[in-house]
């Protein structure tokens, strides 16, 4: 009998990293996250940041790397340089892999998409064309998975349907923010080819993680690396599980956030025509 771990491949801490001058105080601690994590059963978990024109570079991976040392009954195999690192709480011996995901906004054309890069070390700069960070994230040996496909701020089905199809990426994700209809579009394209969506939390804060997951052979937690996590994904050998985030929690976690962070947007002439664009209000 095979034993299944849980694994969520693209989930936030917070709306805001600890490292964020006005905001920082309101992100959890790497403590805290860790409880959460474990109390949640996770066995594979994204510390995922956001990069974007408007935000800028979201630096959470350093952020929380300086709070390793504040750590207790917890031994740190850092890895970095591989892009990701092992936690092993000691009284158990359960170990947690937390895989360094980037969420880089690109574009098609001058239409924002979200690309999820898994396990790259270097930080990959947004505003290009998403096929050169898809290119960037290939030098690296990174994991491409596509984000907010068939929504405002990701590329259309058909157009990630092929990319996957290709190879040119990964896997599709489905979050548990989207709107159900977008996850069933997405479900009955990938049947038909016999693939599998990588289901996500694409949650915006730690309490949330692990809402949409996939699972898999506990063996990939016991020998880790990037490379094979990526031929679970390329190989289908998971399992989706679908949950949902509600309007309300989705509004509580991110949307009240975004709302607070337009104003200074929409009154800088500068950032004015770039958050317009972000947000797919202009095309």
């Known amino acids: 009998m095979v034993n299944l771990v849980t694994a969520d491949l693209r989930t936030y801490r917070h709306f805001f990293s600890p490292g964020d001058e006005k905001h920082g105080h309101q992100a959890p601690s790497l ?63 359960q170990k947690i892999i937390v ?77 548990a923010e989207a709107r159900p209809k977008i996850t069933q579009k997405i479900l009955e394209r990938l049947v038909g080819y016999k693939r599998k969506p990588v289901a996500v939390s694409g949650a915006h804060s730690h309490n949330l993680a692990g809402t949409s997951c996939i699972l898999v052979d506990e063996n990939l937690v016991t020998d880790f690396s990037i490379p094979y996590l990526k031929d679970v994904i390329v190989n289908g050998e998971f399992n989706p599980h679908l949950g949902q985030i509600s309007l309300l929690q989705r509004f509580w976690t991110r949307d009240r956030y975004i709302l607070q962070s337009a104003l200074p947007h929409i009154l800088s002439k500068e950032k004015r025509e770039e958050f317009l664009r972000a947000t797919g209000i202009k095309k």
């Open 31 to 93: 403590t805290e996250l860790i409880r959460t994590w474990h109390n949640e059963g996770l066995g594979i978990v994204s510390l995922s940041a956001n990069h974007s024109g408007t935000g800028g570079i979201d630096n959470s991976w350093r952020d929380y790397r300086k709070q390793i040392p504040t750590l207790s009954d917890v031994q740190v195999d850092d890895r970095s340089d591989e892009g990701y690192m092992v936690l092993t709480q000691i009284p158990l011996r």
């Open 99 to 175: 895989v360094n995901s980037q969420v880089v906004r690109a574009y098609d054309g001058e239409h924002p998409v979200h690309i999820n890069v898994l396990g790259v070390p270097e930080i990959l700069n947004p505003g290009k064309q998403f096929q050169e960070t898809i290119e960037e994230a290939r030098k690296y040996d990174g994991i491409v998975l596509l984000s907010n496909v068939g929504d405002r701020s990701g590329l259309p089905i058909a157009k990630a349907e092929d990319l996957y199809l290709k190879g040119t990426a990964d896997g599709v994700e489905v979050s």
